[in-house]
């Protein structure tokens, strides 16, 4: 299973950015995907979460009402849509998913990760 995470980049604050997860080598529509970041100095934190079909979702408080994920199975991809980013938000962003068909919001339950993607939002 790869995972190939895109989309970050360098933004202001109040500004929005979406990321991509293209996903291959299994049924990419089995499968929950999860939205991790980790900051400098800090650990690698929960963003959000959905099902397979996408609609059941979940959120961390910090970001909640801020960012949406989603996820077209026709495309193996998912996505994080940020709104009104904030300076700290600044952090890699990896997408994941589990090796089996369960729904979690550990990190520690999700098998494959993908390489990460930098978002950085200056105030």
């Known amino acids: 299973v790869q995972l190939q995470a895109s989309g970050g980049g360098l933004v202001q604050a109040g500004d929005s950015l979406r990321l991509s997860c293209a996903a291959s080598?299994?049924?990419?529509?089995?499968?929950?995907m999860g939205w991790f970041r980790q900051a400098p100095g800090k650990e690698r934190e929960f963003v959000a979460a959905?099902?397979?079909?996408?609609?059941?979702?979940d959120y961390a408080d910090s970001v909640k009402g801020r960012f949406i994920i989603s996820r077209d199975n026709a495309k193996n991809t998912a996505y994080l849509q940020m709104n009104s980013l904030k300076p700290e938000d600044t952090a890699v962003y990896y997408c994941?998913?589990?090796?089996?068909?369960?729904?979690?919001?550990?990190?520690?339950?999700?098998?494959?990760w993908g390489q990460g993607t930098l978002v950085t939002v200056s105030s």
């Open positions: 994941a998913t589990p090796g089996d068909t369960g729904y979690y919001t550990r990190p520690n339950k999700y098998r494959y």
């Open positions: 080598g299994r049924t990419f529509s089995n499968y929950a």
């Open positions: 959905t099902t397979w079909s996408g609609k059941i979702t």
